[in-house]
Structures are given as C-alpha cells and as structure tokens.
C-alpha cells in the first residue's frame, strides 16, 4: 500500500509499512525519528533529496583542479567480462587488477575515451586527505545526515568515478549512503530476503580465490537474466526495484541489500559513499547475509596470507600490499 505518491518527493510517509516502491524525499520533510522509524529500522531504502547545494559542479575539470597529481587505485575491469558467463569469473570488486595512477591521468584515460572503452574504474578511494574532503557540499552533508541520525560511520567518505562502469550486483555489511554528485546512476536493487534467488557466489570460494572473487557478488546479471541456468531468478524479479540517482541526491541502502549500480552514459559519473554502524544492532544480528560474508571471509584467511607472503617477497611490493590493503 502506497501511503502517499512518491513523486512529489515531498511528504514522508505518516505510517511505515511496505512500500511498493522506493521513496524519495526531501531531507527538509524528514526528521530523525522519522528516518529511523520508518526505514533504518526496518531495513528500508529510500532516496534522499535536498542533502547539500552543489556551489560547483563536480565535473572533470573540476575534480583535477581539486585531485591533481594525488594516486589513486584503479580498477581495470575491461569490457569483455561482461560478455563472459559470471560463473567462469576468478575475480570481482576490488579483486581485479589494479594501478596506482595520478587523478590527472585518469582525466586524460576518461578524456580519451578509454576508461569508458576498457571499463576502467576509480572505486571506493578514500576522499579523506584530499581538498573534497573539505568542500561545501561534503560539509553539508555530513551535517544533514548527521540531523537524520546518521552518526556512526563504519568507513571514510569513497570517492566513485567513471564512465559507463557497471558495479555488479552486490550487497554490503554495513549500512551505505550512495551520493550522487556528478551524471546520474541507475540503481537496481533486491531485498535480502532474495538471497538464494540471486545466485551469489558460495562462501567457500574464498577458499580457493582468497578475496579476489567475492560470495556477496551474484552470479546473474539482473538485465540479461539467463532463466535457464538460474530458474530462481525469476522469482527475485518480482522484489526488483530501479531507480536513478540523480546529482543532489542520495540513496540510504540498508545492510544486506543487494544493489547493482550503473553509470549512465558515457561521460564521467561521480558519486561518494560512506558506510554507517547498522543501527539498531539487533538488525545486524539477524541479517543471514551478513554471516555468509563472515564465513567467507574466514575462508579466505589462508589464500590471502599466502599472498602477503608472496606480496613480502616480491620486488615490487608497496604496488602489491596497497593492492591487498585495498582489497580487505
Ligand atoms: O557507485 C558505485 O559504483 C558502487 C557504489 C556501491 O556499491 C555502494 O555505495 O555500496
């Protein structure tokens, strides 16, 4: 039951019960008590509108101005992946290969093209230590998450730049705010519940990948659903939902949700994220998804040690410990 009509991104909703589809509100609409009754605690997403005034436009020119000859990670997904059945994949995330490159050569490879042509993605690189970090918007944001309650960060503000990059389907641990400041996102996302429907990959993979492949990654891709070899997955299409996050805006994804997000066409996109304390705890507690996250990881232990052994020994070995830092 639809308790208002979303689009007028104004009201929040007098009573909480299931909603068909995801909210949209105006921060100005919305106190704390109504975030948390109405959504932290339940698990429930919602778009946030209304966060902070971009008084500049968090374009390239912009961000190279700001980043300039700061190294940041990349991710070199390539294109073909995506043409490839994700059950022969042996890496995901920020388990694939990686280099640490100046801001202003990621311009230059997005300028040209050929971030977009080989899929290549500045993901999840901390903004702290960089002049974003003291910007207006990221101010007032802070503050105005802070107003709804949101308090307790788990992680850094992450910056997210690229173009056309796909970040397949996946959930987190922790509670996440995906903010959008630069092109528009498209989101599609699952409830928890939809687990078994969306394939991950099992936890004991990590026995023999380490944290390279990933058991909170799903192994279908929800726009090409492959009903044949996944007949599960037509019931988790009933519980998908999609919006787009546009610049201004930012999507609350409660621990466990399962979210595929997309950058719209082929310029930059950029967004941050941070990551919260699930609150209230005992949500934690019960989230199934969170356990197959931990048992993964214990599985994981020995393959990653090898690999700082290895790591130790290798003559380029700052290159490969920033590479296992990142992907812990
Ligand atoms: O923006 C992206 O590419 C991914 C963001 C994400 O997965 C998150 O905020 O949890």
């Given at each position: 039951?639809?308790?208002?009509?979303?689009?007028?991104?104004?009201?929040?909703?007098?009573?909480?019960?299931?909603?068909?589809?995801?909210?949209?509100?105006?921060?100005?609409?919305?106190?704390?008590?109504?975030?948390?009754?109405?959504?932290?605690?339940?698990?429930?997403?919602?778009?946030?509108?209304?966060?902070?005034?971009?008084?500049?436009?968090?374009?390239?020119?912009y961000l190279t101005q700001q980043l300039g000859d700061r190294e940041f990670l990349l991710r070199y997904y390539g294109r073909a992946r995506y043409e490839q059945d994700k059950r022969d994949w042996t890496s995901i995330g920020s388990g694939v290969?990686?280099?640490?490159?100046?801001?202003?050569?990621?311009?230059?490879?997005?300028?040209?093209?050929?971030?977009?042509?080989?899929?290549?993605?500045?993901?999840?690189?901390?903004?702290?230590?960089?002049?974003?970090?003291?910007?207006?918007p990221i101010a007032d944001l802070t503050a105005q998450l802070a107003e709804l309650g949101l308090q307790q960060p788990a992680s850094s503000l992450n910056l997210w730049i690229g173009s056309g990059h796909t970040e397949c389907l996946h959930y987190d641990v922790m509670d996440g705010t995906l903010i959008q400041l630069h092109g528009s996102k498209q989101v599609t996302l699952f409830p928890p519940s939809q687990t078994a429907n969306?394939?991950?990959?099992?936890?004991?993979?990590?026995?023999?990948?380490?944290?390279?492949?990933r058991s909170w990654f799903s192994r279908v891709?929800?726009?090409?659903?492959?009903?044949?070899?996944?007949?599960?997955?037509?019931?988790?299409?009933?519980?998908?939902?999609?919006?787009?996050?546009?610049?201004?805006?930012?999507?609350?994804?409660?621990?466990?949700?399962w979210h595929e997000v997309t950058a719209i066409g082929e310029d930059m996109v950029c967004s941050v994220n941070r990551f919260w304390r699930v609150y209230p705890t005992w949500r934690a507690w019960f989230l199934g998804n969170r356990w197959r996250v931990y048992l993964?990881?214990?599985?994981?232990?020995?393959?990653?040690?090898?690999?700082?052994?290895?790591?130790?020994?290798?003559?380029?070995?700052?290159q490969k410990l920033k590479e296992i830092r990142q992907m812990l």
């Open positions: 039951m639809t308790l208002y009509d979303p689009s007028l991104s104004a009201q929040p909703p007098e009573a909480c019960s299931a909603q068909p589809t995801i909210d949209r509100i105006s921060c100005s609409n919305l106190t704390a008590n109504q975030f948390a009754n109405c959504y932290r605690k339940l698990g429930v997403p919602v778009i946030l509108t209304d966060l902070f005034n971009l008084n500049a436009d968090w374009d390239l020119d290969q990686t280099q640490s490159q100046p801001f202003r050569t990621y311009a230059e490879l997005i300028r040209s093209g050929e971030a977009y042509q080989q899929d290549i993605y500045l993901g999840k690189c901390s903004l702290q230590a960089t002049p974003l970090a003291e910007s207006e969306l394939y991950p990959y099992p936890f004991y993979a990590h026995l023999r990948h380490g944290l390279k492949l891709y929800p726009n090409r659903p492959d009903l044949q070899a996944f007949p599960k997955l037509r019931a988790a299409l009933k519980h998908r939902h999609d919006v787009t996050l546009n610049p201004g805006e930012a999507l609350y994804i409660p621990a466990g949700w993964g990881t214990v599985c994981a232990i020995p393959k990653t040690l090898l690999q700082l052994g290895l790591a130790l020994l290798s003559r380029n070995r700052q």
